[in-house]
Nanobody, 122 residues
Framework: VQLQACGGGLVQAGGSLRLSCAASGRTFSSYAMGWFRQAPGKEREFVAAISWSGGSTYYADSVKGRFTISRDNAKNTVYLQMNSLKPEDTAVYYC????????????????WGQGTQVTVSS
C-alpha cells in the first residue's frame, strides 16, 4: 500500500483544514487508518484512527471534538477534517495504514505517507 497525503497549509487560529490521504492498491478496505503528527523537536503522536469499515473512530484527547476522521473505501481515501485549529496543532501530519485493527502506537502501523505540513498562526 502506498499512501499520499495532501491538504496541509497555513491557516489562522480558529480556522479549518481538511487533509486527504489517497491509497494505492485494491485492499484499502482491509486496513485501519490512522493520522499522526510530529512537531519540531517532539515525538510523533497519535491523532485519530478509523476502522477498516469506517464504523469506529478514535481520537486523541487533544483533538477530540475538533477533528473528524472519515474514509471513503470506494475512493481509497481517508480524510481528517480539522476545525477550530490552534497554534499547538502545528506539525507535519502523516497518514498510516495497518492491516486489521487500529492502534495508537505508531510502530504498529505498516505503511506511511510522506507527511503534509500544517501551520496554524496565532
Amino acid at each position: 500500500v502506498q499512501l499520499q497525503a495532501c491538504g496541509g497549509g497555513l491557516v489562522q487560529a480558529g480556522g479549518s483544514l481538511r487533509l486527504s490521504c489517497a491509497a494505492s492498491g485494491r485492499t484499502f478496505s482491509s486496513y485501519a487508518m490512522g493520522w499522526f503528527r510530529q512537531a519540531p523537536g517532539k515525538e510523533r503522536e497519535f491523532v485519530a484512527a478509523i476502522s477498516w469499515s469506517g464504523g469506529s473512530t478514535y481520537y486523541a484527547d487533544s483533538v477530540k471534538g475538533r477533528f473528524t476522521i472519515s474514509r471513503d473505501n470506494a475512493k481509497n481515501t481517508v480524510y481528517l477534517q480539522m476545525n477550530s485549529l490552534k497554534p499547538e496543532d502545528t506539525a507535519v501530519y502523516y497518514c498510516a495504514a495497518v492491516r486489521g485493527n487500529w492502534y495508537e502506537g505508531a510502530p504498529l502501523y505498516d505503511y506511511w505517507g510522506q507527511g503534509t505540513q500544517v501551520t496554524v498562526s496565532s
